[in-house]
């Protein structure tokens, strides 16, 4: 009858810091695979304008994988752009105008790019730099963070005048739908450490107490 109650509890001790490290890691890596897995089978737009301007003014890969840096570029015709949007306010209705932009649109345009679960290089609105054929280039370095469908989303923030009062006013110019890979190597080694912490602190405590009441 004695030896029976220390071999249940060398059992229970053993079994109680495997339950923990199989949940550890199953679950995380089972939440990265199930993203991994529905972002091939949801419908997502790669993208779309919300100014009718030419899609071919943005340039984005066809395909990202989770952590993988890539470009995203932004070329307009700024002046010509300005004209267009000036020709839809003057002749808009009384109350009505391209999301919601009143008075005169100058070329002089900042971009920016945004997204919830991505690393831009350059965040916030960036100055207008020209190439060779005088249109604005506008280059950003993405990483995603997350796997699965994530959005990026573009913004010119205009300068307009209306009467001598000059403003800043913000157009939504296009959201760009990414089905994004899983990259689970790489996961394991960005989490390994915070992994390997978590196992080892319940091993810990079982062993300490195992020590103080020996």
């Known amino acids: ?9 060398i059992n229970f001790n053993l079994i109680l810091p495997l339950a923990l490290l199989a949940v550890l890691l199953i679950v995380p890596f089972s ?7 529905l972002s091939g089978k949801r419908p997502h737009s790669p993208l779309i304008m919300k100014v009718p301007i030419d899609s071919s003014a943005i340039s984005i890969p ?11 570029t932004l070329n307009l015709e700024t002046k010509q752009l300005s004209r267009f ?5 003057s002749t808009a209705s009384e109350g009505t105008s391209i999301q919601g932009i009143m008075g005169e649109v100058s070329p002089h345009m900042r971009a920016e790019i945004s997204g919830d679960e991505f690393i831009i290089d350059k965040p916030g609105p960036q100055e207008q730099p020209f190439n060779y054929s005088n249109a604005a280039h506008w280059k950003w370095r993405v990483t995603p963070e997350s796997s699965g469908n994530q959005t990026l989303r573009f913004q010119l923030h205009l300068l307009t005048q209306t009467g001598a009062q000059q403003s800043t006013q913000i157009l939504d110019l296009a959201e760009a739908g990414f089905a994004v890979q899983g990259n689970t190597s790489e996961w394991l080694k960005r989490n390994g450490i ?19 009441y020996a």
């Open 85 to 89: 949007l000036n020709e839809i306010i």
């Open 1 to 9: 009858m004695r030896n029976s109650e220390p071999e249940s509890g």
């Open 31 to 37: 939440l990265n695979t199930l993203m991994h897995f």
């Open 194 to 212: 915070a992994i390997a912490v978590l196992i080892m602190l319940p091993i810990a405590f079982l062993w300490i107490v195992r020590r103080r």
């Open 62 to 72: 066809s395909t990202v994988k989770q952590y993988e840096s890539f470009d995203v």
